[in-house]
T-cell receptor
């Protein structure tokens, strides 16, 4: 059974520092991997989607890498801002449409 | 505006009283899914649907039912709710689960079962 782990569970950084969030999964037979952001009391917002054949995706200050063989993905957020404070979740999908989420990393960016 | 809507947003009920949480999307998406979110456990998939009349179990389907009679709607039914179904529920949709698609999430339904 696929298991998705996110470490650390929580992270606090001063404004301006780069953020590095980790996601690992046990079964490399994934279809794609997505990173989401969740603000308190709100739904999830998709940040980046990486196809299983890709190594990375970029959007603005965000960059996500994927190493399928080692079962790892990393989300980098450059020059963090207080508005980046949120919980970040990764999710993997299999070819049948089944999603598996990690428990998330709660990020606080202090001014 | 493209969106996924859920109703109700908040619900308090008692054990055994059947309830339905509705989910609707206006993006003509084929794929729809239900999740529950619990502290420390993250999001867990309950059921998903690849298209009309096609549904499948996720990781935690026990105690839930779904139906997909039309493309835009995907209701979640709790026939006999129990306190362990107290949770935050999210509905999501995407055009399909192809490699270029991302999921759009509803705002969530907070359920308390007494």
């Amino acid at each position: 059974k696929q298991e998705v782990t996110q470490i650390p569970a929580a992270l606090s950084v001063p404004e301006g520092e780069n953020l590095v969030l980790n996601c690992s999964f046990t079964d490399s037979a994934i279809y794609n991997l997505q990173w989401f952001r969740q603000d308190p009391g709100k739904g999830l917002t998709s940040l980046l989607l990486i196809q299983s054949s890709q190594r990375e995706q970029t959007s603005g200050r965000l960059n996500a890498s994927l190493d399928k063989s080692s079962g790892r993905s990393t989300l980098y957020i450059a020059a963090s801002q207080p508005g980046d404070s949120a919980t970040y979740l990764c999710a993997v999908t299999d070819s049948w449409g089944k999603f598996q989420f990690g428990a998330g990393t709660q990020v606080v960016v202090t001014p | 505006e493209a969106q996924v809507t859920q109703n109700p947003r908040y619900l308090i009920t008692v054990t055994g009283k059947k309830l339905t949480v509705t989910c609707s999307q206006n993006m003509n998406h084929e794929y729809m899914s239900w999740y529950r979110q619990d502290p420390g456990l993250g999001l867990r998939q309950i059921y998903y649907s690849m298209n009309v009349e096609v549904t499948d179990k996720g990781d935690v389907p026990e105690g839930y039912k779904v139906s997909r009679k039309e493309k835009r709607n995907f209701p979640l039914i709790l026939e006999s709710p129990s306190p362990n179904q107290t949770s935050l529920y999210f509905c999501a949709s995407s055009y399909n689960t192809g490699v270029h698609e991302t999921q759009y999430f509803g705002p969530g339904t907070r359920l308390l079962v007494l």
